[in-house]
Each structure stands twice: as C-alpha cells, then as structure tokens.
C-alpha cells in the first residue's frame, strides 16, 4: 500500500430481516410480527424502510440483540 493510501476501516455487516432471522435462527414471520409491534417493537437501527420496496436495514447490535429476545421468549 503507498504511503499515502489511507486505510479504511472494516465495513460493519449489514443484515436484511430474512437474514437476521435466519442467523438467529428464529421464524422469519415472528421477525416480521416484532418489526411490526405485535408484541414487540423492533427498529432497524441502520436504516428504516420508507414505502414499498425499501427494506430495513439491521447492524449486528440489531442481531444480538433479537437473538436475546427471542431466547428470552422461548
């Protein structure tokens, strides 16, 4: 690398709902239904789809974090 190349630093993971879903190991529709406030309230914290199309977009804090829900609901 030049001396005057600038490193980045490594990219965070970015994560869709189906794919937290499936990395938690949890029903995708019960994903869905806690995005949604039934009966919970789960936000994306990297991106909140706005219209159709766009999607949420999760961190792995967003990961973490509904895996602990949802070993805590089981």
Do not use: Q
Not at 9 to 18: G, M, Q, S, V
Not at 46 to 51: E, N, P, Y
Not at 62 to 73: K, T
């Amino acid at each position: 690398m030049p001396s005057h190349a600038v490193a980045s630093p490594p990219r965070e993971p970015i994560f869709e709902l189906a794919e937290m879903a499936k990395v938690v190991g949890m029903p995708f529709s019960k994903a869905k239904n806690w995005t949604m406030g039934r009966p919970l309230r789960f936000r994306a914290s990297l991106r909140s789809g706005m219209g159709t199309g766009s999607r949420n977009l999760y961190s792995l804090d967003d990961v973490y974090l509904m895996g602990i829900a949802y070993e805590c609901s089981r």
